[in-house]
């Protein structure tokens, strides 16, 4: 009878174990997707309160040349993880909430994802068009390649930098929620 009694207390711990695990995943990767979006946010904020002023005191020639290094040397590994953990991690966090019964978490998680993903959508769509262009201008015509690349890079990189931070606070509200609903 005891050794009856001892497999019937295992088998009722196992999937309280289970849940326990599949929670923790989720915390991970809810977490995971929180510093992602809060890495890109801050990217994207210090270039709007930090490079680009610095970059508008310089003269035309100098503007298009640090910029095109910029865009060249931004481009590495570190950058790309960060930025597609930023849209991943979300989109698994929500996923595994979802085939847990969704909630709130799982609300926020998604709409972290939505909002991260329009900036995935304007970097893709204008930003990196824009440093295209200022890449293949070369040195030629400094004025105006500065002039059809400023403005509107800046007034974009501004609403990336709304956008991620906005996906950042709704990432760590589903970590809150999260954390809340497991204690």
Aim: hydrophobic fraction near 50%; aromatic fraction near 8%; charged fraction near 15%.
């Amino acid at each position: 009878m005891a050794a009856v009694d001892h497999t019937l207390a295992t088998t009722a711990t196992a999937p309280a174990r289970s849940i326990a695990a599949t929670r923790d995943t989720v915390g991970r990767w809810l977490t995971a997707g929180a510093v992602a979006n809060t890495l890109m946010a801050g990217t994207y904020v210090a270039f709007s309160a930090v490079v680009m002023p610095l970059l508008g005191t310089k003269d035309d020639a100098d503007f298009v040349h640090s910029m095109q290094q910029i865009n060249t040397n931004i481009e590495n590994p570190l950058f790309f993880a960060v930025f597609t953990a930023a849209l991943a991690a979300p989109a698994v966090a929500a996923w595994k909430l979802r085939k847990r019964g969704g909630g709130a978490a799982m609300r926020w998680a998604g709409a972290a994802l939505a909002l991260y993903t329009t900036t995935v959508l304007t970097t893709s769509g204008i930003n990196v068009p824009l440093n295209e262009m200022l890449a293949a201008a070369g040195s030629t015509d400094p004025g105006k390649t500065r002039t059809d690349f400023e403005t509107t890079w800046n007034i974009w990189n501004g609403i990336r930098a709304a956008l991620s931070t906005a996906a950042a606070v709704a990432m760590v509200k589903a970590v809150r929620l999260h954390r809340r609903n497991r204690a």
